[in-house]
């Protein structure tokens, strides 16, 4: 018994051979691993729990006993509009202020053009002296007025 295939050499009827790929099931299991990624990678993705801060913006209350230092544009400190020599100096008025009952805060005033290296100073310095309540003042702006940290 003997079968004819198409495109051997018997006489077998013509049905031509097919070159072409079907990508109909390739795009089927294409659909399906693209719906699975899509359902899957949101329960992958794990974040450390945190709670954030929140951001207020309070107007700041001056009060007599709060205590303002500014760092101008060349690094210079002043205490109340006073300038303070060196940063020992700086150290020795914060700790004095420190043991004052209540503490009061401190408002760090800065040039725009400061350099984040003499802030940082200062907040060592505040930090070293025992000050709780620090603040950062700006200019107001939509009714900004200042930060506080604590």
């Known amino acids: 018994m003997s079968m004819s295939m198409p495109g051997s050499g018997g006489g077998g009827g013509g049905i031509p051979v097919m070159s072409s790929i079907n990508t109909t099931p390739l795009v089927d299991v294409m659909l399906v691993l693209l719906i699975i990624f899509l359902i899957t990678i949101p329960v992958i993705n794990k974040t450390v729990p945190l709670s954030l801060p929140k951001?207020?913006?309070?107007?700041?209350?001056?009060?007599?006993e709060n205590i303002t230092i500014a760092v101008d544009k060349a690094g210079q400190v002043y205490w109340n509009d006073k300038a303070v020599p060196n940063m020992q100096a700086l150290l020795d008025q914060i700790k004095t202020a420190a043991v004052i009952k209540p503490q009061p805060e401190i408002h760090i005033r800065g040039d725009k053009d400061t350099r984040f290296a003499d802030i940082g100073k200062v907040m060592y310095m505040i930090q070293r002296g025992g000050i709780v309540k620090v603040?950062?003042?700006?200019?107001p702006d939509h009714g900004v007025r200042g930060y506080r940290l604590n």
Not at 55 to 64: D, E, M, R, S
Not at 135 to 139: A, I, K, Q, S, V
């Open 55 to 64: 951001a207020v913006n309070i107007p700041t209350q001056t009060k007599p």
């Open 135 to 139: 603040g950062f003042l700006t200019e």
